[in-house]
């Protein structure tokens, strides 16, 4: 019997670049929120989220993602904001910036357009903290803007096919293919 797979493509952060984010993160964890702080080993950039794939779609993915040419990439942190619902924040993100990153995004999507839907408004992120309530947004969200984000340049030379299992401590990422340029 097939089993499902929670599985997503992303492009993980170097160590230099993790050390800026947690020096971010322990200002965010100074400002009261209910929620948490993503987990420094689970830091990523999802280029496409797949979702509850069936495992033998896996074989196929992974065939269309060896298609996938790009060059390596320098990129570099941007500025620090958050995704509310209904005013409500949610996600507390670092913004990832490099054109190069856009390419590839689109590269992966056009490979896997007749399996999944395109993303339609892809926004180059690391997702630092996760919120389940705020008492006040107003200013939760001006102390997150005025946290500073070092401009930290990185290069990227490989994107990663993963699956997450979600455990009671937060989830476990698991690669399933490591693509490089």
């Not at 797979?5 to 492009?11: E, N, P, Q, Y």
């Not at 509310?84 to 590839?104: A, D, H, M, Q």
């Not at 803007?145 to 989830?171: A, H, Q, R």
Request: proline letters at 2%; charged letters at 35%.
């Amino acid at each position: 019997m097939d089993s499902n797979v929670r599985a997503f493509i992303a492009i993980e952060i170097p160590e230099g670049v993790i050390k800026e984010i947690a020096r971010v993160q322990e200002q965010v964890g100074k400002i009261k929120f209910k929620g948490k702080l993503t987990e420094l080993e689970n830091l990523h950039l999802t280029l496409k989220f797949l979702g509850e794939i069936d495992e033998g779609d896996v074989k196929l993915i992974r065939e269309r993602l060896k298609g996938v040419k790009f060059n390596k990439m320098e990129l570099k942190l941007g500025e620090i904001g958050t995704f509310s619902i209904r005013s409500n924040p949610r996600i507390v993100w670092v913004k990832i910036l490099g054109e190069s990153v856009w390419g590839l995004q689109r590269k992966i999507d056009l490979a896997l357009s007749d399996l999944f839907k395109m993303e339609e408004r892809f926004m180059s992120h690391l997702t630092i903290a996760r919120i389940k309530y705020v008492n006040d947004k107003i200013n939760f969200n001006e102390r997150i803007k005025k946290i500073g984000v070092k401009e930290i340049n990185f290069n990227i030379s490989e994107f990663k096919l993963k699956k997450s299992d979600l455990k009671p401590l937060g989830p476990v990422y698991t690669d399933i293919e490591i693509y490089t340029a």
